[in-house]
């Protein structure tokens, strides 16, 4: 029985995604996620960051793509004045 075309492509794609997921930093919560990208901005690694929940892994990750204000990781800093 040969796999119908789209369901070949269903499972490349869900494959490729895997892949991508597997290859980045994965945190178990947001806060996580978004302390670890305070560090970097603060370290001037990166401008800005955002996180996202990932559908593959049910974790959240980093992207320095623009995922909205809510998302928007924030380097928060004290000055004595």
């Known amino acids: 029985m040969k796999i119908p ?3 070949k492509r269903q499972e490349r794609y869900i ?5 991508r997921c597997e290859r980045k930093t994965a945190f178990v919560t947001e806060q ?4 670890e990208g305070a560090k970097h901005i603060s370290h001037g ?3 800005a960051l955002w996180v996202y929940h990932c559908i ?9 793509k623009d995922n909205g204000p809510q998302a928007a990781v924030h380097f928060v800093t004290t000055q004595k004045v």
């Open 32 to 35: 996580a996620a978004r302390s």
């Open 45 to 47: 690694h990166i401008g």
């Open 5 to 7: 075309p789209e369901e």
């Open 56 to 64: 593959m892994c049910l974790k959240w990750h980093l992207t320095s």
């Open 15 to 19: 494959r490729y995604q895997k892949r």
